[in-house]
């Protein structure tokens, strides 16, 4: 029955009769370029409502706490002009991650990451600034390709990981709430940029004025999360760049949360890091696609290191 | 953005594909009209994220409609409502627009929440694994055999009430 159920369900599918509309394109065309237009109008208007508030608010320089958040009718503006400049800018975001552990830790998580596309790398480097194990992901309709250098144990492998590797997906900011025992850190900083876009797109975060990082008056926004008693739980805070909206350093502060730090990927591969961060910092850079730069995004093999099989 | 390029790569895309495009849409919409608005909305972040797109801009589309699909990609577009960006085929459906009345369970699928639909045609017209409907989706395998499961079994449910509400004969009989 539930067959038979199934087989018509498809071949009514199958029936559905369609007819594309004639300038289906040219309408999905014109459409982008009047959300350009307009986004960038309303950005605008958004950037003096912004300055203004930011102003009136009197942010210090230090902590970065919702107190003085301008209106959300503002924040709307820079956000969507955020969203839009992550998801148009066309360059390669380069970041570098900083963890604070709580006590000593025999691996460093501490490194460089690059993402253009569906290409990304991470580079892990031991407590003596070595690179310790070098990460390229290039996502394809296939799967996952990934290629793995291990550096201790001078081998490397490559594989295509066809199902994704936990069997839920990661959490996002959007997901942090009640005290969840995540891991967090991990996850956000495999892929930071994700996770802000999740951030603002569910609202998480705020505006909260300005403040001075990496030399420019930055715009910083905030998503304060606390636990169901009310504490703090999890803050975020980012630092935007006024005039390009693209980010230019995110902290997560874990607030004494303990939360482990090694991904599920590299569990499976027997280099399970589980060490309690309390903080993590990643600075932005935004560089153009040229061919040196792309060449970034994929691991290089020294010299004599030896290819193994990998982790299924 | 390169205008051109883009536009003759997807106008190609969809003088090839186009059909099969709009109906996976049409499917996941519930409607011809919405099916149409659905295909647009994702072409147009097609063109968005063009110079990002790496490989087949094809896959690339799908993905966009299922992950539009799955998100109730109408409330998400209500900004554009605001600005009056947004188009009004509304004004244009006469009944027309819709699926056709006689396909019967297609009309049932516009009643399931957006993520049982798309779980729902995505493993049974897209023919995708659970594996890869979970990460056309964004979500785990898991929920992907609950929503496609309860899916499955709410129009089950919805086709046998429709079809017993819909027979003269079941007011009429009298035993």
């Given at each position: 029955m539930s067959i038979d159920f199934e087989e018509r369900l498809r071949s009514e599918m199958a029936a559905v009769e369609v007819r594309p509309r004639p300038g289906l394109v040219r309408a999905a065309y014109r459409d982008c370029q009047r959300r350009w237009r307009v986004t960038r109008a309303v950005a605008a208007a958004g950037v003096a409502a912004v300055t203004a508030g930011g102003t009136a608010a009197g942010l210090g320089a230090a902590g970065g706490g919702r107190a003085g958040a301008v209106p959300v009718e503002t924040a709307a503006y820079v956000v969507s002009h955020v969203t839009g400049a992550l998801s148009g800018s066309g360059e390669i975001a380069y970041t570098y991650?900083?963890?604070?552990?709580?006590?000593?830790?025999?691996?460093?998580?501490?490194?460089p990451s690059w993402k253009y596309g569906d290409q990304s790398r991470e580079i892990y480097l031991t407590p003596a600034g070595q690179p310790d194990i070098d990460w390229g992901t290039t996502q394809t309709s296939d799967g996952d390709v990934q290629l793995v250098v291990n550096y201790p144990a001078r081998t490397w492998y490559r594989l295509v990981a066809r199902h994704p590797v936990s069997s839920s997906a990661p959490p996002d900011i959007c997901d942090l709430s009640g005290g969840k025992e995540l891991i967090v850190p991990r996850d956000f900083t495999a892929d930071p940029q994700t996770q802000i876009e999740a951030g603002l797109r569910c609202g998480v975060l705020t505006l909260a004025g300005h403040q001075r990082v990496g030399g420019i008056d930055a715009l910083t926004l905030v998503a304060q999360l606390t636990d169901p008693q009310g504490?703090?739980?999890?803050?975020?805070?980012l630092w935007v760049n006024p005039s390009s909206y693209l980010p230019v350093e995110a902290k997560l502060d874990t607030h004494g949360h303990m939360f482990t730090g090694a991904s599920r990927q590299r569990a499976s591969n027997g280099d399970i890091v589980a060490v309690p961060v309390r903080s993590v910092t990643v600075t932005f850079t935004w560089l153009p696609p040229t061919r040196t730069n792309l060449a970034l995004l994929t691991p290089a093999i020294p010299t004599g290191f030896r290819q193994v099989t990998g982790e299924p | 953005m390169d205008g051109e390029q883009p536009v003759s790569v997807l106008e190609d895309l969809l003088a090839a594909k186009g059909e099969q495009l709009l109906r996976t849409a049409v499917l996941?919409?519930?409607?011809?009209?919405?099916?149409?608005?659905?295909?647009?909305?994702?072409?147009?972040?097609?063109?968005?994220?063009?110079?990002?797109?790496?490989?087949d801009p094809e896959g690339y589309l799908r993905r966009t409609l299922y992950h539009l699909a799955a998100d109730g990609w109408r409330r998400k577009g209500a900004w554009r409502a605001r600005l009056g960006l947004l188009h009004q085929p509304e004004a244009l459906s006469d009944g027309t627009g819709?699926?056709?009345?006689?396909?019967?369970?297609?009309?049932?699928?516009?009643?399931?929440?957006?993520?049982?639909?798309?779980?729902?045609?995505?493993?049974?017209?897209?023919?995708?694994?659970?594996?890869e409907t979970a990460r056309a989706m964004g979500c785990s395998a898991g929920t992907v055999k609950a929503a496609a499961s309860r899916g499955l079994r709410r129009l089950r449910e919805l086709s046998a009430l429709d079809e017993n509400d819909g027979t003269p004969q079941t007011t009429g009989r009298t035993g």
């Open positions: 991650t900083q963890y604070a552990l709580d006590g000593t830790a025999s691996r460093n998580l501490d490194g504490k703090p739980f999890l803050t975020l805070t | 996941l919409a519930g409607s011809h009209a919405d099916g149409e608005d659905l295909l647009q909305a994702a072409l147009e972040r097609v063109f968005r994220h063009w110079r990002t797109i790496r490989g819709d699926v056709d009345r006689r396909d019967h369970l297609i009309r049932l699928l516009r009643a399931l929440p957006p993520r049982q639909r798309t779980a729902v045609v995505l493993r049974y017209w897209e023919e995708l694994t659970e594996a």
